[in-house]
């Protein structure tokens, strides 16, 4: 599986971006579908996942501002992200696994990555 990973840019404090993350050579619904970001100076970290099956978990600091969310027919899943901070610049990265739902928020089970696209939030 081939991802492809865009939608970034600079926004301001309090806007908003959406991510695609578009996959070739398979289908998203075979896969759980991960965002991670990694900023300068720090580790990578999970930030959603989205299951085979249709469910969905967020790490804390984004819960009720970004969603993710797929669409078969493009073969693509999604990051909406508002009410961006300036603690949300990062480098973004999809991925995508076949684990247990219990170990998504891990990046060493990712077997498919993205090439990352860039989130700078900035007044």
């Known amino acids: 599986v081939q991802l492809q990973a865009s939608g970034g840019g600079l926004v301001q404090p309090g806007g908003s971006l959406k991510l695609s993350c578009a996959a070739s050579?398979?289908?998203?619904?075979?896969?759980?579908m991960g965002w991670f970001r990694q900023a300068p100076g720090k580790e990578r970290e999970f930030v959603a996942a989205?299951?085979?099956?249709?469910?969905?978990k967020y790490t804390d600091p984004v819960k009720g501002r970004f969603t993710i969310s797929r669409d078969n027919a493009k073969n693509t899943v999604y990051l909406q992200m508002n009410s961006l901070e300036s603690e949300d610049t990062a480098v973004y990265y999809c991925?995508?696994?076949?684990?247990?739902?219990?170990?998504?928020?891990?990046?060493?089970?990712?077997?498919?990555w993205g090439q990352g696209t860039l989130v700078t939030v900035s007044s």
């Open positions: 050579g398979g289908s998203v619904r075979r896969y759980t």
């Open positions: 991925g995508a696994t076949t684990t247990i739902w219990g170990q998504v928020t891990r990046d060493d089970v990712y077997t498919y």
């Open positions: 989205f299951g085979w099956s249709g469910n969905t």
